[in-house]
C-alpha cells in the first residue's frame, strides 16, 4: 500500500549516514525529511502529522530512547523505529516496551528496513484517516443513516431542514433498508410538534385488525372490545403518524385515511362521533404508487393527496463515498452496544466496503459494522467485476446529473448553469442516460 502522503523524518546525528539513508528512501518513492537532532524534530512536529519518524538512538543532547518517550506522550499513535551501532538485546528489549514499532541495529538490511518502513506508513494512514473519520462524525448534524458528504445525501439533509416544519404530506422514496424511518424521525425531531411519533408498517399489520389498529374501537364494536381503543392515528395527534410501506394498506381503508388527510377528523370502530386529530402523515414505498395507482392496486387520489412533497432516499452503491463514514459510526455504536473493543478497520476491509454491492443498503452495512465488532463477520463474498475507468467515470457523472437535476427541480435550463457545462451538452447526457436506462 503506498502512502505518498506519510512522510519519514529521520533523526540521525551522522550527516554521511543521513544523507545515504535519505537517499535509500528517495529512491524507493518514499518521502523523508532528515533532522540531526531529536529537540529539532520535536519542535518542527505538529499535531496530526502524517509522518513516521526513524531515530537513531546514541546521539548528543537527547537520545533516541527519549525522543520516543516524548512523542508517545504527544501521539501514542505515532510510529518509531530505532537505529542504533550499539544495540543489545536489553537496548531492544527496553525500546519495545517504551512502545517502539521496530528496532535495527547497523549494520541493517535496507530491504528489510524499507518493509518495516512502508508497514508503518500504512498503519499511520489508517490511524490519521479513522481520526479524520471520528472528527467528521462528532461534526456531523443529523442522525447516523443521514451522515455523509455525497450530492445526493446533501440534497436530502437540505429538503428535510427545508420542511420539516411545515404540515406538508410527504411521501419517502428508497429501496429496503436505505432509512426510510430514519427520514421520517428527522422530519419529526425538524417540526417542533410535540405529539408522539408513531410508526406503522402497512405490510406488517393483518388486514383483519387493521381498522381497529389504525382509527380505534368503541367498546363493542366487535367481539373482544370491553373498553375503548385508541387506534394509531388518534395517538399521532399533534405529532406525526408514519405510514411504512403504505402499498400494504387494504384499499377500503385507504378511502378512511383520505378523509383523515382531507378533514383531520376519523370516527372509530363502532362509533358515530367526529374525532379530531392533526396529525402530519409521512409515508414511505419502495414501488411506483402512480404505476399502482393506474393498475387498480392504490388509490390515486390518495396517492396525490400524500406527494405533496416526495424526498428519495439514494441507496447506497450511488453514495459509496459516504461507507467509511458510515461504517466506522456503527462500529461506534456496536462498540457501545455490546461492550466490546475492536480494532480500527484495516485498509483491506474499507476497500471490500467500497466495492460490495450493498443490496441491504444502510441496513446491511450497519449488520456488518456489528459482525465486525463480535469478531463473526463472515467471509468477504466473491469481488463483482470491477468497473473500467471509463465505466466509472461515466456512473459518477450520471450521479451528480442526477443531484443537479433533482436540486434544481428539473429545470434543465439551472441544472446546467450548478454543473458549468452547456444547456444543449447536459440535454444530450440527459438523452444518453435515459436511454441506457432503458424506457
Known sequence: MNNPEIEIWLVEDDEDVRQTLLQTLQLSDIRARGFARAEQALQALPPQAPVVVLSDVRMPGMDGLALLQQLQQ??????????TGHGDIPMAVAAMR???????????????????????????????????????????HGPGLLLGHSPQIELLRRQ???????????????????????????????????????????????????????????????????????????HADGGTLFLDEIEGMPLNLQAKLLRVLQESVLERLGGNKLIEVDARVVAATKIDLQTAGEAGLFRSDLYFRLNVVTLQIPPLRERREDIPLLFLHFVEQAREQYNREAPP???????????????????????????????????????????????????????????????????????????????????DKLAKYKHQDGP
Open 74 to 83: 504527544r501521539d501514542p499513535e505515532l510510529p518509531v523505529l530505532l537505529l
Open 98 to 140: 517504551l512502545g517502539a514499532q521496530d528496532f535495527f541495529e547497523k549494520p541493517y538490511q535496507p530491504e528489510q528496513l524499507l518493509h518495516s518502513l512502508r508497514r508503518a506508513m500504512d498503519k499511520r494512514a489508517l490511524v490519521l484517516e479513522n481520526r479524520q473519520l471520528k472528527q467528521q462524525l462528532a461534526a456531523s
Open 160 to 234: 428535510i431542514d427545508n420542511i420539516a416544519d411545515t404540515s406538508a404530506s410527504v411521501l419517502i422514496l428508497g429501496d429496503t433498508g436505505t432509512g426510510k424511518e430514519m427520514v421520517a424521525r428527522s422530519l419529526h425531531q425538524g417540526s417542533g410538534r410535540k405529539g408522539h411519533f408513531v410508526a406503522v408498517n402497512c405490510t406488517a399489520l393483518p388486514e383483519s385488525i387493521f381498522e381497529s389498529e389504525m382509527f380505534g374501537a368503541e367498546p363493542g364494536a366487535f367481539t373482544g372490545v370491553t373498553k375503548r381503543r385508541i387506534g394509531k392515528i388518534e
Open 345 to 427: 478497520p484495516g485498509g483491506e476491509l474499507m476497500q471490500q466496503l467500497l466495492t460490495r454491492d450493498w443490496p441491504g443498503n444502510v441496513r446491511e452495512l450497519r449488520h456488518y459494522a456489528e459482525q465486525y465488532v463480535l469478531g463473526v463477520l463472515p467471509a468477504p463474498p466473491p469481488a463483482e467485476p470491477r468497473q473500467s475507468l471509463p465505466q466509472q467515470l461515466a456512473q459518477r457523472e450520471q450521479q451528480l446529473i442526477r443531484a443537479a437535476m433533482s436540486q434544481a427541480d428539473g429545470n434543465v435550463a439551472l441544472a446546467a448553469e450548478q454543473l458549468g457545462i452547456p444547456r444543449k451538452t447536459l440535454y
